[in-house]
C-alpha cells in the first residue's frame, strides 16, 4: 500500500528523566502541512474500507440491529424527564411526563438547536421541586460545554452560560434557588473549582473557599435534602467537606485527608458509605456525621468479601447496594442497622448497566423513582437493555420498557495467569450455532483504567454486529479498571501499567491454548484508555495479533502534557515531567516502542477531528512512525471522522462507524459474511 509521505524532521525531546529523537514531533501540531497529510490519510482509509469485499454485507448487519434506547427517565416531584434521540431524528431530546412510560412533551430539542455542527448532551439535571431543568450540552465534540436553566412549563430561560471553562456536574441547592458546578479558570485548565450560581444574580466569578485536595472536586447532594458534600477524586473519591445548607456557613472538613474510597449518602444523622478501607473490594460502613474523625464511633455493616461493593443509594430508610460478583451483577437492600432486607430478583444473569462501561465511582448504576421505588436498567451481551422497578418494601420487580433486542447467543466464562501470577476473568461471547472447538476469527475488547468498570452488559452496536457475523468477541477484565475491584484498578495502573497489557497477552495465549482461536485469526480492540491499550499491545507483541483497531487512542504518553485535558491522565499514566515515571512510561508508551523492520499487524486509527481528550494528533504520530517502520503489508489506516468528538454524537455516525469496523476485522482475521 502506498500511503502519503509524512517526512522526517528531526527533533530532540526531553520529558523528566527521558531524552530522545521525535521524528514526527510536528504532527503534534494542526498546520496545514498536517492536516493535509492527515486528510490524504483519512480518503486513504476510507477507499480502502469501502472497496473491501465485505463492505456492503457489513452495512446490512449493523442495519440488523434496532436503534436502542440506552438513557431512562429521572423522577422528580411528580415528575419524569428523560433523555433519548427519537427514531426519525439524528440529535437527542430532553422530555418531560407525568409518568415513566410518557406520553412525552419535548422541552429541548437539538436538532432544532443544531447549526453547523451536532450537538451532545452532556448533562441535565432537573430542580428538586421539578419546575426547572439545567442543562449542558457541546457541540462537534470539543467539550466546549454551554449551560442553561429553563423554566419546564413555559420554556423560558433563567439563566445562561458561565464564566469559567468545561462546567461539570451541575447539582441544585435543596431550595432550588441555584446550584453548584464545577469548573476551570481560565488561568488554571486542569484543576477544577466549585461554583455556587443564584437563579437571578450576577454570574458568579469567585469559586467556593477551601483547602483544594484533588485536580477534580464536585459536589454532591444528599438525600436528606439537608446537606451538601464536596467530593474529590473521581478515581478514589470520597467527601471531603459538608455543609448544612439549612444554616449556611463555611464548608467543614469531613472525611478529608483519608486515602481510602468512601462512596454514599446520608440517612438522619449517619453518613453510610462504601469504603475499600482494609476492604479490598468494598465494606459498607455507618459513620456519624458529628465525629467523621473518630473511627471509633464507626460501625462496620457489612465486612469486606470477594464482592466489589459499586453503587449504594439511600431510597427512605433502605440502603440499596450494587455489588460485581464474577462481574455480574447483584443487587440487594439493606435496613440501616445493616440486616439484610433481600436480595433483588433480575431478569437474568448480566449487568445493571446499559452498556459494558460503568464508571461507579462517581455515577450512581441505579436511581430513586417514586417513593419507596428503585428504578435499574438490565442487560447483557445477548440482550439490550430494559427498565425496571423494584419496590424496597415488597422486593417486587416491575418491567417499566422491555428489552428491544434479543440474540440467541453463547457466553462462556474463563480464568487464565497473567505474567505475575495473577488471576485474569474473560468472557467468550458468540452466536448460537458458533463451534468454539475450531478456531475462529476472534477480537478481544477490553479498557483496563481509570477505574472504569468493563462489565457483562450489553455490547455496543458494532461488537453486537461483529458478533452477528459470526465472529467472536472476548470480554477481557483487565487490572486498572474497575470491575475487580479497587486493589486491581491499582495494581494496573502508574508504575503497575505494564500489568494490563500482560493480561491481554495472558487471554490471548489461553485462547490460544484452547483452540477457540488463532495468532492469525485474533484482533483486539477498545476506545479511549481501551485504545491505548490496543495500540499498546499491537506494538509491545506483534506475533501475537493479526489486526488491531485503536478507538479513540492516546499514543503518545509522554507528550500528551502538551494538552489541558489530555494532562489528567497522568492520575493514571503518571506524570511525564517526573524523573522516575517518564522511564517507566518511555517503556511502554506506543509510539515510544515501534520498532523499525518489525512486521506489524493491520492497525486502524479511528479518531475524532474535534477530541479534546484524545486530540487526532495521536493517531497521526502512530500512523506515520508504523507506515515507515512496518517491514510486512498488513494495512496501517487512520480514519478522523469530521465534527465529531471522544464518541459519535450522531447515530449515522455511529453506524459509520459500525460497518468499518466490521469490515476491517473481518478482512484481516478472515472472516466470510
Not at 455542527?117 to 460545554?145: C, M, T
Not at 464536596?230 to 478515581?235: S, V, Y
Not at 486515602?259 to 476492604?279: E, K, L, N, P, S
Not at 499514543?555 to 522516575?580: E, F
Amino acid at each position: 500500500m502506498k500511503y502519503p509521505v509524512a517526512p522526517r524532521k528531526p527533533t530532540t525531546v526531553s520529558f523528566g528523566s527521558v531524552s530522545y529523537t521525535d521524528n514526527y514531533q510536528w504532527l503534534e501540531e494542526a498546520t496545514p502541512e498536517s492536516l493535509e497529510w492527515q486528510t490524504k490519510q483519512d480518503e486513504l482509509a476510507k477507499e480502502w474500507l469501502s472497496s473491501r469485499p465485505s463492505h456492503t454485507k457489513s452495512l446490512e448487519i449493523q442495519r440488523q440491529i434496532p436503534r436502542l434506547t440506552t438513557q431512562w427517565p429521572t423522577y422528580v416531584n411528580g415528575r419524569w424527564f428523560l433523555h433519548r434521540t427519537p427514531e426519525d431524528q439524528d440529535l437527542g431530546v430532553i422530555q418531560v411526563a407525568d409518568s415513566e412510560r410518557g406520553p412525552w412533551t419535548t422541552i429541548v430539542d437539538f436538532n432544532a438547536m443544531a447549526k453547523d455542527e451536532p450537538l451532545a448532551l452532556d448533562n441535565f439535571a432537573p430542580s428538586p421541586d421539578g419546575e426547572k431543568l439545567l442543562f449542558g450540552w457541546g457541540a462537534g465534540g470539543r467539550e466546549l460545554q454551554n449551560l442553561r436553566v429553563i423554566e419546564v412549563d413555559s420554556g423560558e430561560i433563567l439563566h445562561e452560560g458561565v464564566r469559567q471553562t468545561r462546567p461539570l456536574f451541575p447539582t441544585w441547592l435543596p431550595d432550588s434557588s441555584g446550584f453548584y458546578y464545577s469548573a476551570y479558570l481560565p488561568d488554571n485548565p486542569v484543576q477544577a473549582r466549585v461554583f455556587r450560581q443564584i437563579l437571578g444574580a450576577e454570574h458568579v466569578t469567585e469559586p467556593e473557599q477551601l483547602e483544594l485536595s484533588h485536580p477534580l472536586m464536585w459536589v454532591q447532594r444528599a438525600s436528606d435534602n439537608k446537606h451538601s458534600l464536596i467530593c474529590a477524586d473521581h478515581l478514589n473519591p470520597r467527601p471531603d467537606f459538608i455543609r448544612d445548607e439549612s444554616k449556611g456557613g463555611a464548608w467543614q472538613p469531613f472525611l478529608k485527608g483519608e486515602t481510602a474510597q468512601f462512596r454514599g449518602d446520608i440517612v438522619g444523622d449517619h453518613y453510610y458509605a462504601v469504603t475499600d478501607d482494609d476492604a479490598p473490594c468494598g465494606k459498607l460502613v455507618a459513620i456519624p456525621l458529628a465525629t467523621p474523625k473518630d473511627r471509633g464511633t464507626w460501625k462496620v455493616l457489612l465486612p469486606g468479601s470477594n464482592d466489589v461493593l459499586a453503587t449504594l443509594i439511600v431510597v427512605g430508610e433502605y440502603l440499596v447496594l450494587v455489588d460485581l460478583v464474577d462481574t455480574w451483577s447483584r443487587i440487594r437492600i439493606f435496613a440501616t442497622d445493616g440486616k439484610l432486607k433481600g436480595e433483588v430478583p433480575l431478569p437474568a444473569r448480566g449487568s445493571v448497566s446499559t452498556g459494558m462501561l460503568a464508571l461507579y465511582t462517581l455515577t450512581p448504576m441505579v436511581w430513586k423513582g417514586r417513593e419507596g421505588e428503585v428504578m435499574f436498567p438490565f442487560s447483557s451481551p445477548l440482550q439490550s437493555p430494559g427498565l425496571y422497578k423494584v419496590n424496597v418494601h415488597s422486593l417486587k420487580v416491575e418491567v417499566v420498557a422491555e428489552s428491544a433486542f434479543r440474540i440467541d447467543g453463547i457466553i462462556q466464562s474463563y480464568m487464565t495467569t497473567s505474567a505475575d501470577g495473577a488471576n485474569v476473568p474473560y468472557h467468550v461471547i458468540a452466536r448460537a450455532g458458533t463451534d468454539l472447538s475450531q478456531p475462529r476469527p476472534t477480537v478481544i475488547y477490553g479498557y483496563g483504567g481509570f477505574a472504569l468498570a468493563l462489565i457483562p452488559g450489553w455490547m455496543h452496536n458494532y461488537l453486537t454486529a461483529w458478533m452477528l457475523a459470526g465472529g467472536v468477541i472476548i470480554v477481557a477484565h483487565l487490572r486498572g479498571g474497575g470491575e475487580l475491584g479497587p486493589r486491581l484498578f491499582h495494581s494496573g495502573r502508574l508504575k503497575n501499567k505494564q500489568n494490563t497489557f500482560n493480561d491481554v497477552y495472558a487471554i490471548a495465549a489461553d485462547l490460544i491454548k484452547r483452540n477457540i482461536t488463532t495468532a492469525a485469526q485474533l484482533g483486539v480492540a477498545g476506545e479511549s484508555n481501551g485504545g491505548v491499550m490496543a495500540a499498546t499491545v499491537a506494538v509491545q507483541r506483534p506475533d501475537l495479533f493479526r489486526a488491531a483497531i485503536a478507538q479513540v487512542p492516546i499514543t503518545d504518553i509522554l507528550a500528551r502534557k502538551r494538552d489541558p485535558i489530555t494532562v489528567t491522565a497522568s492520575l493514571d499514566y503518571g506524570d511525564p515531567d517526573s524523573p522516575g515515571m517518564s522511564e517507566v512510561i518511555y517503556a511502554w508508551s506506543p509510539y515510544q516502542n515501534v520498532k523499525d523492520g518489525t512486521k506489524y499487524p493491520a492497525i486502524l486509527l479511528d479518531c475524532g477531528s474535534n477530541d479534546p481528550r484524545c486530540p487526532p494528533w495521536h493517531a497521526r504520530k502512530l500512523a506515520a512512525r508504523v507506515q515507515a517502520a512496518n517491514a510486512g503489508n498488513n494495512p496501517i489506516l487512520m480514519r478522523v471522522r469530521e465534527n465529531t468528538g471522544h464518541s459519535a454524537a450522531s447515530h449515522d455516525a455511529q453506524v459509520e462507524f459500525g460497518v468499518d469496523y466490521v469490515t476491517f476485522f473481518a478482512d484481516q482475521l478472515g472472516l466470510a459474511l
